[in-house]
Each structure stands twice: as C-alpha cells, then as structure tokens.
C-alpha cells in the first residue's frame, strides 16, 4: 500500500505567518490611535467653536459674555458630542480674558481620554486665539495637533 503524504502547515510556515501579522499590527496600531485622538481633537475643537458662536449670540443680545465654571449651569452648551457622557470633551468653562467680561471671553474645554500628544485642554478665545495645554500643564499656542 503506498503511504499518503500528511497536509497540513509546519510548525515553521505557523511562526512566520505569526511574526508577519505581529509586524502588520505593531506598525497598524499607533496609526490606528493616532487617527482616533485627532478624531477626538477635531470633535473637540467644533465644540468650542459652537459654543463660542453661542457666547457671540448671547454678546449681540445682552451686550456682554457669560462666564461659568465647568460646574455650573449656563446657558452655553457644555460638552462637543451629541451627549455628555460620549463626548471627547467636557466641562467647558468661560472666563473673562483680558480687560473683563464684557469685551472677551476665553472658552476652554478639558479633553476625556489620553491623547498621544498628551493634550488635556483646547482653548479658544472671543478674539481669534487658539491654545491648548498639554500634560505638564503649560498652555501652548503654536501646537500644530491642538489647532492646525
């Protein structure tokens, strides 16, 4: 009787193809974050901008800014997604920035999750300036990943 040859993979063949996807899902990964985070950062920064935009149309009616704490209630919305809780930012605060309150605001949100650029907050004021503060906690403006 002649013998039939086994098929199946080696246990060479098995290592390769192993070693092949661990390459494939350590370079994939860091780009996969790094896209979520700006995701994160994009939804963040249009959340300011609405709510700035809502802190302008409260100025052209009441001739000045409401400040609030991230604690308080305001009339001004404080978060960037569609709910609080699945929002990439939070706890939104405005403060007076300069000469007081009546003639510009500084909007300042706290990012949720980490961020590989380790940014934790994203400002922006009634005057067009743009900054964020990273985890060290100094405020940067020219930071091309807080406001490209």
Known sequence: M???SARGFTLIELMITVAIIGILAAVAYPAYTNQIAKGRRAECRSGLMQALQQQERYFT??????????ASSAVIRKFS???AAASACFEFSAEACGSGIGNCVLMEARMRNA???NITHLSLDSNGGKACKISNGSRVTGNKDCWP
């Open 115 to 117: 961020d590989p650029a």
């Open 81 to 83: 997604g569609d709910t």
């Open 2 to 4: 002649p013998q039939r």
């Open 61 to 70: 009616q009441y001739n000045a800014y409401v400040a609030f704490g991230a």
